[in-house]
């Protein structure tokens, strides 16, 4: 079992940043690709980002591309996703995720979180 708790959510102006943090613990964190997915409210939730265990491969969906990055500190068991010229259009709810591979990242997640919520205002 791999458990994954977020932080870092929050209210924010059109044009700001934050940082989320996803500290996992339970098995070897380094054994495990790593993604972010977000749930806007009325919709499905949608992949966001993720990163391969060593932190050399990333995927990201085009609407985030060039504002978000995802990175991991293998030391510190924790992801990030790192979020700047923030729009309205990205609030949701955050979740970290954990799988064997980036592959089934965005196809078949072992593990999440329990969210954090951002809220982007204009």
């Known amino acids: 079992q791999v458990q994954l708790v977020e932080s870092g959510g929050g209210l924010v102006q059109a044009g700001g940043s934050l940082r989320l943090s996803c500290a996992a613990s339970g098995r070897t964190f380094s054994n495990y690709a790593m993604g972010w997915f977000r749930q806007a409210p009325g919709k499905e939730r949608e992949f966001v980002a993720a990163?391969?265990?060593?932190?050399?491969?990333?995927v990201y969906i085009d609407s985030v591309k060039g504002r978000f990055t995802i990175s991991r500190d293998n030391a510190k068991n924790t992801v990030y996703l790192q979020m700047n010229s923030l729009k309205p259009e990205d609030t949701a709810v955050y979740y970290c995720a954990a799988a064997a591979t980036t592959a089934q990242v965005m196809a078949s997640v072992n593990y999440w979180g329990q969210g954090t919520q951002v809220t982007v205002s204009s």
């Open positions: 990163i391969n265990w060593s932190g050399r491969t990333t």
